[in-house]
């Protein structure tokens, strides 16, 4: 299952409490392509039907299905860069 480190889950507790957001969001993950890895990523106000919920550390993340099974053994990062930008970064499990 997708793991988050501590950096990521606290941004994505960041963009997920925005005010106007219900306690239900999260950040949702799509696959953008069926042959090369490439994803989406977006602030969501629940899971779409089919998604897997990820939960760690007070971060809640929703995957699609295609990229549940993609991201089955990585570790998700994000970092803010010095404009403010997130930036997220994958890496494989130990």
């Known amino acids: 299952m997708l793991t988050l480190t501590e950096n990521a889950s606290t941004i994505v507790k960041d963009i997920s409490s925005q005010p106007g957001l219900p306690e239900s969001a999260g950040l949702r993950i799509t696959s953008d392509s069926d042959t090369e890895p490439a994803f989406a990523v977006s602030a969501a106000e629940a899971?779409?039907?089919?998604?897997?919920?990820?939960?760690?550390?007070?971060?809640?993340?929703?995957?699609?299905?295609t990229a549940a099974v993609m991201l089955d053994d990585k570790i998700l990062d994000a970092a803010v860069d010095p404009s403010g930008k997130v930036e997220f970064a994958l890496g494989l499990q130990q």
């Open 47 to 65: 899971p779409e039907p089919g998604d897997k919920v990820v939960e760690q550390s007070g971060a809640t993340i929703y995957l699609d299905e």
